[in-house]
């Protein structure tokens, strides 16, 4: 927790490029940098990967924090602040897109599974990148109103067959590639289902039990069943630079409150706890003047 955060710099070494009072964008992993996949370029499978806030080190939930400078990215000024802690669970949307190797996604239909914050994210980062058609798997009614805004059709896989319903909007086809951002096996099983010949599983969810794949759909689809973890440090570089050009739009809807630092317990914590589905992303700052943005 606490690992997405921005924020301006106080000071910073002559040699870092970085001014104070300039804004920045925080990538927050720490690796080793020494071992065989951090020396590969695979800083994010790094064996003693962290992320500074969930791991310890600081945080974006305190009033200063100590970051190495090849961490901070700096923001232009026409970028909005409020909103630019969002470019972490992008980042982590935007290396699971590119893992899909698919390098137009202009006709390309999408079924995402979760419409939670990373569900949202994917859905944001495909839209960017000109994804034909986005589908969003959500049993809630305050995330499905929520999806609407991101989506071309939002799925209830309680009510409704999802992989027919696929099947109905792409003219009988099926999707293309599907984002698992549940974690669910229901939900694993009705996307098998719904994915093309040769479509792309992409497993991006954090599972809270053992996931049982449908070999016999896996077989006889040829489906390419990966996974995605975190981003690297080209991903996250991407993602800034796309988040900064104004790449991804309708992003305010992610944020569904705004508290201070003092309250994250009871405003936070607890409320994600008690209302969970009611809310996407809980921006935390502490400074009283930007809780109005």
């Known amino acids: 927790m606490g690992h997405e955060f921005c924020g301006r710099v106080i000071s910073a070494p002559p040699a870092s490029g970085l001014s104070k009072g300039q804004a920045v964008m925080v990538d927050p992993r720490f690796y080793c940098g020494k071992c065989s996949r951090?020396?590969?370029?695979?800083?994010?499978?790094?064996?003693?990967?962290?992320?500074?806030?969930?791991?310890?080190?600081?945080?974006?939930?305190?009033?200063?924090?100590?970051?190495?400078?090849?961490?901070?990215?700096?923001?232009?000024?026409?970028v909005d602040l409020s909103l630019a802690a969002l470019i972490e669970p992008l980042a982590v949307a935007w290396h699971a897109v590119e893992l899909c190797e698919i390098k137009d996604w202009s006709s390309k239909a999408v079924l995402i599974l979760g419409g939670g914050p990373i569900g949202i994210?994917?859905?944001?980062?495909?839209?960017?990148?000109?994804?034909?058609?986005?589908?969003?798997?959500?049993?809630?009614?305050?995330?499905?109103a929520q999806n609407r805004e991101v989506a071309d059709h939002v799925i209830n896989p309680i009510s409704e067959h999802v992989a027919e319903r696929c099947r109905e909007l792409t003219s009988?086809?099926?999707?293309?590639?599907?984002?698992?951002?549940?974690?669910?096996?229901k939900g694993m099983d009705a996307?098998?289902?719904?994915?093309?010949?040769?479509?792309?599983?992409?497993?991006?969810?954090?599972?809270?039990?053992?996931?049982?794949?449908?070999?016999m759909t896996l077989l006889h689809k040829e489906i390419?069943?990966?996974?995605?973890?975190?981003?690297?440090?080209?991903?996250?570089r991407e993602t800034v630079d796309a988040f900064a050009a104004g790449g991804f739009k309708g992003l305010g809807g992610m944020v569904t409150s705004r508290i201070h630092i003092d309250d994250?317990?009871?405003?936070?914590?607890e409320e994600l706890i008690n209302n969970k589905d009611h809310h996407i992303k809980i921006m935390v700052t502490p400074k009283n003047e930007c809780l109005g943005q």
């Open 121 to 144: 994210a994917h859905s944001s980062v495909l839209r960017a990148l000109g994804c034909k058609s986005i589908f969003i798997s959500e049993p809630t009614s305050t995330r499905a």
């Open 38 to 78: 951090c020396t590969a370029s695979h800083t994010h499978g790094c064996k003693t990967l962290g992320l500074k806030g969930f791991h310890g080190g600081g945080g974006g939930f305190s009033d200063m924090v100590a970051v190495e400078t090849k961490h901070c990215y700096p923001l232009p000024d026409s």
């Open 191 to 215: 996307a098998f289902d719904a994915l093309v010949f040769q479509g792309v599983y992409m497993n991006v969810a954090m599972w809270g039990a053992p996931m049982v794949v449908p070999v």
């Open 224 to 236: 390419a069943l990966k996974a995605s973890v975190i981003y690297t440090d080209r991903s996250f």
């Open 264 to 269: 994250i317990i009871e405003k936070g914590f």
């Open 172 to 185: 009988g086809e099926g999707v293309d590639v599907v984002f698992d951002c549940a974690g669910v096996q």
